[in-house]
């Protein structure tokens, strides 16, 4: 089966601007996105640029625009998409070279929700919690923060400093988190100017998550939680619970997934 694949191709110090780039390619059973961007560099052009790791979906350094809609190349097998492929860079987020963008954008809306894990100082023991909210685990339970569902988002179109979806996912993921602190101060960074009231739920980053993660249902409790905040209501805080109490609800739930302090969940 012979393909054609559209390549997106920009090299800055040429000073040509953007152009699509055609290249035939032969392709073999079960090959994907990203062995055929491997065959253009073998076949046609060496210097063509793109991104990638660890080859099975859990990095999500690969991410592109294939054929229109966000993937991952190394997931996206060919057969699938006919005989003529489109592959370009990830919108909203600058051109480095070809396929290459820059993350820097995304990871500046992370730290802009303070999207890392500090924990409950006044905690002296290990927690080891039950996780209650299942709801909001998808297929791998985490982010694997590979930008689709910023690229996806049409609300970046019109704010371009919308957090986007992958930051007020994580921001809830922490505020839900029972080894964290008061809930509070995360939230109400949230809900500044180009935070969660910005997003319309129209559930693009749900389409194109890799991992099924519910974005739109994470932003939406987001959403709760801030009018709660802003009327002067406490936010509720799930109680941590210690090992052995840990255990005991665990035999009772039987199969719900648990965290270690290092944040690692494990399901039976």
């Given amino acids: 089966m012979r ?78 998409l006919g005989d003529e492929i489109t592959v370009r860079p990830l919108n909203h987020l600058p051109v480095v070279k070809d396929l290459v963008v820059d993350m820097d954008p995304f990871f500046v809306r992370l730290r802009a929700v303070d999207a890392s894990f500090h924990g409950d100082p006044a905690r002296q023991e290990i927690a080891r919690v039950v996780w209650e ?14 930008g689709a569902c910023l690229s996806a988002c049409s609300m970046l179109a019109l704010d371009r400093g919308f957090v986007g979806p992958a930051a007020l996912y994580r921001a809830l993921m922490l505020v839900e988190d029972p080894r964290e602190g008061e809930p509070e101060p995360r939230v109400a960074r949230t809900l500044g100017e180009h935070g969660v009231w910005r997003c319309h739920g129209h559930m693009d980053c749900v389409k194109v ?16 939680l801030g009018v709660r905040w802003a009327v002067g209501a ?11 109490g840990a255990e005991a609800r665990t035999a009772a739930g039987g199969g719900r997934r648990t965290a270690s302090a290092g944040g690692e969940r494990r399901g039976r």
């Fill in 3 to 80: 393909v054609t694949a559209h390549v997106f191709r920009f090299d800055p110090a040429a000073n040509t601007g953007a152009w699509l780039e055609s290249y035939p390619v032969d392709a073999f059973p079960d090959m994907t996105v990203l062995d055929l961007l491997f065959e253009v560099v073998r076949r046609h052009d060496p210097a063509l640029s793109f991104r990638c790791s660890c080859r099975v979906g859990m990095c999500g350094t690969c991410t592109l625009l294939i054929n229109g809609r966000e993937g991952l190349a190394c997931q996206t097998k060919v057969a699938m």
């Fill in 234 to 244: 406490r936010l509720p805080r799930q109680p941590p619970a210690g090992a052995a």
């Fill in 133 to 146: 909210r299942e709801d909001l685990l998808g297929e791998a339970g985490d982010c694997i923060t590979c």
């Fill in 209 to 224: 998550c890799p991992k099924q993660l519910p974005l739109t249902k994470a932003i939406h409790s987001l959403k709760r």
